[in-house]
């Protein structure tokens, strides 16, 4: 039997449970275009010889998206043992260079882009508006959790921006954390490196609680998913261990969900925005959606925004198509050939002659930016953070 | 007294550290004895005693690639000549025979020396702290010294003809080796680039926009002795192999210039290249990114670019 840090499979993940029936790799966003073949791995795992495991690459093409999970009708979850057969290959040093790298940094910098610690507040430097820092004994209601990507990525600063700017329009009391701002691990994870995250858990914690953070506002939907429930997971596990987390209820919503109830008190409406004559498509991002079900937030966020003409995917909220921009593969290219998802994606907006994809995920924003310039629509359509947009309407 | 030569070969070939370690010794001015031994080694030795003043020749299938073999057979003729030195590469094959033949015979060993002198004792300097520092020793007194060289540091281009004798001498070795086999070669894949190992990386994004252009940057890279490597999207396209990628989901290059040409610098790229020592960038759009990272830019089209660069170079190489 596999084990993960002496927990065999099958006492983590069920995998005698699963009957083969192959829903899993029926629906699965990679196996279009690669032989990653999500029913052969959960066959390996219930084998459970770690050589098995070595001679499948394509284990780094799953993105994580976690649509096998939504389907399993078994209720099992492919999409962590996919994780558990990464950890095994991660303990066993037999993992790309480039996801080591990516690992590495987290460990060193605290990111997985290997940018040094001391810049990862450059994204404010270009910032018209003051902002508080909690790290530097600023007090505010809510953390503004900007997240790697979004600290970094110089495209992906402009969101970052963005965010400020809205929430500074919307008279919201936050704040964020600068240089002292940490990974959220939740790639580390998806990586396979549970010792690193485990790492992150205790650390984060423990920051949180010395800034007197206990309500966080992500921008990244992957942020949200981990704060939410790898944390409370690993919390568990580590207590086991005999490691003290602090006790602390955090209050974590993906900026979309903050917004949406904004917009039911009362303090974000229609009158507060110009007219914006665009059709816009949304793109479901997967941890917002399929993993966490949060479909209504966005649209409703988008809906009251005057002038917009708002159309939908065929493929949209749990079926929406996977970017393939995470689970590690913003470092691991993966064995797939032709066409990526994301410019399947955007020739699909195209078809709707959307003007602008709308995400509110920085992954997303980035795979999708990228397959607009590969298929060719740089002159007729847009990719932007529904941030963005928001601070293109406020008045 | 006399300083012998480990001769390397592979598939009938002499390697170029032979000639390094012929370099070497002749510069202790001695004599210089080639020690040649494998199986049908008889042709190579010609090529050898151009240098030397005798190359001994030992001519045993029993030899046949193996290390172990080597060493025994080395062992004896040391025994049995006495040398002063023994000069072998500081390789795979000589990390492997040197150290065994020094434990076998109680002989004093230097490794990976960068340059020999007698200044009464034997004198070595051996690079250490990563490159920051040169160490001379001397080595104690000995009947016979182990030395391994560094590649490309003797020069085979200072070696003087000796067209000295060759003497074939029966095989010292009289059984089979068995606690080492020889299984066979394995040839690294023909047509791989490393474009991590690049001192000049000229590099594509998608402003080259045609497949049928890839030539004209081909040729760029040529004339300028780069290696020609591309962003993402170029692979997207199939328009070059992955193994040429630069980016996070690539390979990360450090080269001494990287000449970017309708690369708008996407963070995945740029973090994949920024470590290169000079950045020169061409791009129609003057807001593209890329400019944020080099330090020399020309806001242009790159298909105007590249035949003007191509043409310039070749003017001024003559």
New interface residues.
């Given amino acids: 039997m596999m084990e993960v840090e002496e927990t065999n499979f099958d006492e983590l993940y069920e995998v005698y449970a699963c009957m083969q029936c192959g829903k899993c790799t029926g629906s699965c966003a990679v196996s279009l275009r690669s032989d990653f073949n999500i029913r052969e791995l959960m066959r390996i795992a219930i084998l459970g010889n770690n050589e098995d495991v070595k001679e499948h690459e394509e284990i780094w093409d799953c993105t994580s998206c976690g649509i096998c999970t939504v389907r399993c009708p078994r209720d099992l979850k492919p999409s962590e043992v996919i994780v558990g057969l990464r950890s095994i290959l991660v303990e066993e040093g037999e993992v790309p260079s480039?996801i080591r790298?990516?690992l590495e940094s987290i460990g060193n910098n605290n990111n997985p882009?290997?940018?040094p610690k001391s810049k990862r507040a450059d994204w404010m430097k270009d910032l018209d508006v003051e902002v508080k820092n909690l790290s530097e004994g600023d007090e505010a209601e809510y953390l503004l959790y900007i997240g790697c990507t979004a600290s970094?990525?110089?495209?992906?600063q402009k969101v970052s921006r963005a965010a400020v700017h809205v929430l500074t329009k919307l008279g919201v009391d936050f704040g964020v954390l600068g240089e002292e701002e940490p990974c959220c691990g939740s790639e580390a994870r998806m990586m396979g490196e549970s010792g690193l995250f485990e790492m992150l858990v205790e650390d984060n914690m423990n920051l949180f609680k010395d800034f007197g953070i206990s309500k966080i506002i992500t921008l990244s939907p992957h942020a949200y998913n981990t704060f939410t429930t790898d944390y409370k997971d690993y919390k568990k596990r580590l207590e086991e261990e005999g490691i003290e987390i602090p006790n602390l209820e955090l209050d974590v919503k993906h900026y979309t969900q903050f917004l949406a109830e904004l917009i039911e008190e009362g303090r974000l409406t229609s009158d507060m925005m110009n007219e914006f004559n665009k059709t816009v498509v949304y793109h479901d991002p997967c941890y917002l959606g399929k993993r966490n079900n949060i479909f209504k937030p966005p649209r409703k966020v988008l809906s009251i925004i005057p002038g917009i003409n708002l159309v939908e995917f065929e493929r949209r909220e749990d079926r929406s198509l996977c970017c393939e921009g995470a689970g590690g593969?913003?470092?691991?290219?993966g064995t797939g050939t032709g066409e990526?998802n994301a410019?399947i994606r955007v020739r699909d907006a195209n078809t709707l002659n959307a003007e602008i994809i709308t995400v509110a995920c920085p992954f997303c924003l980035?795979t999708l930016e990228?397959g607009r310039?590969?298929a060719g629509y740089e002159e007729s359509m847009e990719v932007k953070d529904i941030f963005e947009i928001l601070d293109e309407v406020l008045k | 007294m006399a300083v012998f030569v480990f001769i390397e070969h592979r598939e009938g070939k002499l390697m170029d550290i032979s000639f390094e370690a012929l370099s070497a010794a002749q510069k202790l001015n001695d004599e210089v004895i080639a020690v040649l031994s494998g199986e049908n080694v008889g042709d190579l030795a010609e090529k050898v005693v151009k240098y030397a003043d005798k190359v001994i020749v030992v001519d045993d299938p029993k030899i046949d690639t193996n290390n172990e073999a080597y060493t025994r057979v080395l062992d004896e003729l040391i025994k049995k000549e006495m040398p002063k030195v023994v000069i072998m590469g500081h390789t795979s094959m000589g990390m492997d025979i040197a150290p065994a033949v020094a434990i076998d015979l109680g002989l004093p060993i230097a490794t990976d020396v960068v340059k020999i002198s007698k200044d009464g004792n034997i004198k070595v300097t051996r690079s250490i702290h990563n490159g920051k520092v040169l160490a001379d020793y001397y080595l104690k007194d000995a009947e016979t010294y182990i030395i391994t060289i560094r590649t490309g540091e003797f020069s085979a281009e200072e070696l003087s003809e000796k067209n000295g004798k060759i003497e074939r001498v029966d095989s010292p070795l009289k059984e089979e080796i068995t606690n080492k086999k020889f299984v066979g070669f394995v040839q690294p894949e023909v047509g791989g680039v490393d474009i991590t190992q690049a001192d000049i990386l000229v590099s594509v994004g998608?402003g080259i926009k045609d497949k049928e252009n890839i030539p004209l940057v081909e040729e760029l890279a040529k004339i300028m002795g780069g290696v020609l490597s591309c962003s993402?999207?170029i692979v997207?396209?199939g328009w070059l192999p992955?193994e040429r990628?630069v980016g996070?989901?690539?390979k990360?290059v450090k080269p001494k210039l990287y000449l970017a040409l309708g690369i708008?610098g996407?963070?995945?790229h740029?973090?994949g290249m920024k470590g290169a020592n000079m950045i020169v960038a061409v791009n129609k759009d003057p807001k593209a990114?890329i400019f944020?990272v080099a330090q020399y830019g020309i806001v242009d089209d790159v298909l105007k670019v590249i035949p003007a660069l191509t043409q310039k170079i070749k003017e001024i190489k003559g």
């Fill in positions: 480039t790298d990516a882009w290997g940018r970094y990525d110089t495209r992906i593969r913003m470092w691991s290219e990526r410019v980035s990228d310039s590969t | 998608r993402r999207p997207d396209y992955k990628q996070t989901s690539g990360t708008s996407a963070f995945q740029v973090a990114p944020s």
